[in-house]
């Protein structure tokens, strides 16, 4: 099966080593609230409307870039291990994916409204800040795991 969307499966690998440093960084930053100075700098914005402060508008502002850097990574690393090749990609595998994919949808949308019901004021910005990267990862969890499944109860062979 011809399948054209899919990176091929040698990015999977550079995925994972991008995606789990960028997590541990990410998590890292986020709970001990590190910010390296180095990475204090003038950054082009289209909209940043801080608290107590003018909103800008098209201008340059300072900025700590730490948690765009750890963003992009999680997402770029993210990308590529969900949507590499595996060894063995046919119809079956393509069958797994979408419906990982699928579940990955409903648990992300479930999460999300939980925190609609749930999660007020200034701690709705951090949810969806960590919401945004839960449908990749829900999905790699989920994909990985049915795989997991798949080789242990069928000796189906990647």
Known sequence: MKINYLFPHRFKAIGWIILL???VLGLFSVLTQY????????VFTVWDDQLFED???????????????????IIAGGILVAFSKEKLEDEFMAKVRLESL???????????FLGLILVHGF?????MV???FTILLIFII???????NLN???GYEE
């Open 130 to 132: 960590f919401n945004m």
């Open 35 to 42: 910010h390296p100075g180095f990475l204090d700098l003038r």
């Open 142 to 148: 989920r994909f990985h795991y049915a795989i997991y």
């Open 21 to 23: 440093p960028s997590v």
């Open 102 to 112: 699928v579940w990955a949808t409903y648990i992300n949308y479930f999460i999300l």
């Open 55 to 73: 909103t800008k508008v098209l201008t340059l502002t300072s900025n700590n870039i730490l948690n765009e850097i750890t963003g992009i990574l």
């Open 123 to 127: 701690g709705f910005l951090w949810f």
């Open 152 to 154: 242990r109860t069928s």
